[in-house]
């Protein structure tokens, strides 16, 4: 098979929401791993997909990346932002936490606290298992097995009865003209009721995440009140999103 030919065919085994490995392809192709590697270097420099620990996944809008690929990708990032918003919580607040492998990594940096959280996120909710000194509420709902979050009217329901000093929410693109998106409509939907949820709206992505676009709107950028992200943000995204609302890196904000 000829290198074209193979690029052609790992292109269409990612467009159809197959996310392979440098390994799979290695033996599917009966090439080395380093020849892998360099064909799917070719195919993200030609903006075709996006490159992830140890294989590669999709770039169309519509995609959305498993739990287990988002929990790999950027994880000093999140840990750095987890840092941060880590530190803006205070003793005896109220606190919502969105889905997302960047809440869980602020998670693990709320514990014995003496707070409330409240989540959608078994896995987040796991965090707090042993913890005797934060308060924890699992929200009920539809459990979206490809994100481990809970969704739809069960949890929209409860989160209309709630109010929180502050609410983190989590998404797979932020654009400056679009707003705020994630793939799901009724994670867009049930996102869009943790917004209202919430006193304060605080927005946790890194800044691999800043000019993407997904296909279901959450909301505007003005429609938040803080983004805390990693120092990997450019200067040009600083500034045309420091103009919507307030940015937070590396404990200061804008």
Not at 223 to 250: C, F, K, W, Y
């Amino acid at each position: 098979m000829f290198a074209e030919e193979r690029k052609s065919e790992i292109l269409q085994l990612i467009n159809i929401g197959n996310p392979v490995t440098v390994t799979s392809l290695s033996q599917r192709f009966g090439v080395s791993e380093s020849t892998v590697r360099r064909d799917l270097q070719e195919l993200e420099d030609n903006g075709l997909i996006q490159r992830t620990h140890g294989g590669a996944i999709s770039v169309q809008t519509g995609f959305e990346p498993s739990f287990q690929e988002k929990e790999v990708r950027s994880l000093a990032e999140k840990q750095q932002i987890a840092m941060m918003a880590a530190s803006v919580v205070q003793d005896g607040e109220t606190v919502l936490l969105d889905s997302g492998t960047t809440t869980i990594e602020i998670a693990r940096l709320l514990r014995m606290k003496n707070i409330t959280v409240a989540t959608n996120s078994m896995d987040v909710a796991q965090v707090f298992g042993d913890d005797s000194q934060v308060e924890t509420l699992l929200l009920g709902g539809t459990l979206r097995k490809n994100t481990r979050s809970l969704v739809g009217y069960l949890t929209n329901d409860a989160l209309r009865r709630m109010y929180f000093d502050k609410v983190f929410l989590a998404a797979n693109g932020i654009d400056v003209l679009l707003g705020i998106t994630t793939p799901n409509l009724s994670e867009a939907e049930t996102k869009r009721y943790m917004l209202q949820a919430g006193k304060e709206k605080i927005l946790v992505s890194d800044h691999s995440k800043i000019g993407q676009r997904s296909l279901c709107r959450i909301c505007g950028l003005e429609e938040v009140d803080l983004l805390i992200t990693d120092q990997g943000i450019s200067p040009e995204d600083h500034q045309q999103l420091s103009a919507l609302v307030r940015v937070m890196t590396n404990q200061t904000t804008i």
